[in-house]
């Protein structure tokens, strides 16, 4: 192809602009590059197939390449494996006269006769080289009818073409499929339909401005046939804010999850004359284009200022929500065909959207998981209330410094093996003394009672960057910890915001660290495991040495073990 597209040929008497400027040459197509070297290479080489099968969406030129195929076919004076477009032939294929050609709808002629008919005349001579057989929507035939057709294809006579057009081109028998050469057409994208549409305004003499050819790229979504038709709809509506509905208002009610602002909108557009389908439609392909710009934006078809709007609602809206937006609201749109009250329909989708606990879904659920975790990593800490005082046997709430001058007793030490996670606060933030304090009044409240009953007994030694030492009395209190770890390190995080790794230590002065004595009545002993203390049912003034006496002391206050 050239590299300076030529405008295509204007047809007299013909108003509406796709059909005024309809290309009539492989040199005028445009977006479909891969079809044009195929096609006209298979002329130029005479090499053409008997069968072709053209799919694609609509409005990208399937039905058009059929027709410049034809031409190239029977021109009289070929150009490089391109028509000329001004000989008898051309003109006749160009005006729908030419008896070369037969063009079939299959959409509204489906059946076994409809085929049997056409295909009968195939070997009937024509006064072209070549007779060219166009199916459009050829899909839709019924099953008998694809069979007939079928039988044609394989024994075709060898002056006949076929060209099978389609959208769908799965719904096509597989046998009729495998007997046809394949070409695929594209979407065109937003510069190409742009040169195009400013090729056309200068050739009509239109006088549109850039918004509004800017509107009918955008509305046109890759089709030359939809963008041409929409500038027309401009240039007679004088306005492009019409032409589509404005969903700037629903995508700020997403992004705010406000449902009053969502129904407002809502309202507002079918006020404006908009039915519940085509708004489903419509937001549906806004979403798509928001969808395509966060995952591949060189597919999308949204350009310039539209561009950046979709852009900007998809970076504030997320990639996880788009999907669940897009997938939402088509399921609305297949729930609409047998809904009595359509906007019901969409009405609900968009507050399930915003209210993510009113929707039942996988999907829904994932997103109200996603938030709160969100919103955990984006809060800052509060600090949480003081807890109650809770004295369990065996418990104070003084701890014991150690005495600097005194070298530290032989310990046994042990290291938690669970690896830190990310931190929300960094360790350095951290104190002992602030450490030491939260852990026995914030701590140890939120643990078990099992947990309480053996970390009361306990004295925060060291804080070395994440690593806190806690010594323990004896080595049977510090081997019960495996059983307390996990609730231990869970309300460790939860107070610190950071994971601390503990590290437990023995230290038997422990058991002589009690506060100073008080009178004890001198009628009865304390019980054994009970140090310097007024025996009393107050628990707050129990030491234990082990676990055991922690349950015994606790199950049977104010007994004595004699044996």
Known sequence: MADATPTPTSLDGVTSLYRRFRPGRFCELRGQDHVVRALQGAVRNDRVSHAYLFSGPR?????TTARILAKALNCE??????ACNECASCVAITRGSSLDVIELDAASNNGVDDIREITAGAWHVTPGRWKVYIFDEVHQLSKAASAALLKTLEEPPQHVVFVLATTDPHKVLPTIRSRTQHLEFRLIGGDTLSSLLHDVQGAAGLGADEATIDAAVRLGRGSARDALSALDQLLATGSITETQPEFDG???ALVNEDPVEALKSLAMLRQDGWDAEQLAENFAGEVRQVFLLQVAPE?????DADRVRLSAWGEKLGLARTVRVL??????????KSAPEKIV???VALIRLIKPELDASLD?????VTKLERGVVRSAPVPAPPAPVLRPIGSTNETFPVDPSQPEPEVSKRVAQEPAPASLVQPDQLNLEDVRERFFQRVVPRTSRAAQLLLKAAQVRALDGQRLTIALPSEEMRQNTEMISQGLRGAMDHEFKTTLVVEWTVDPALLTATPAPTQRPAHRPAPEGVVDEDYSPDESSIVVQSA?????????PGAEEIS
Do not use: Q, Y
């Open 59 to 63: 409005g990208t030129g399937k039905t």
């Open 77 to 82: 004076h070929p150009v490089d494996g391109d």
């Open 250 to 252: 629903l995508f700020r």
């Open 299 to 303: 597919v999308a078809d949204a350009v």
């Open 327 to 336: 997938e939402t609201i088509g399921r609305s749109m297949r729930e609409m």
């Open 345 to 347: 329909i969409l009405e």
């Open 364 to 368: 829904a659920l994932n997103e109200r």
């Open 548 to 556: 055991a006496n922690h349950l015994i002391t606790e199950m049977f």
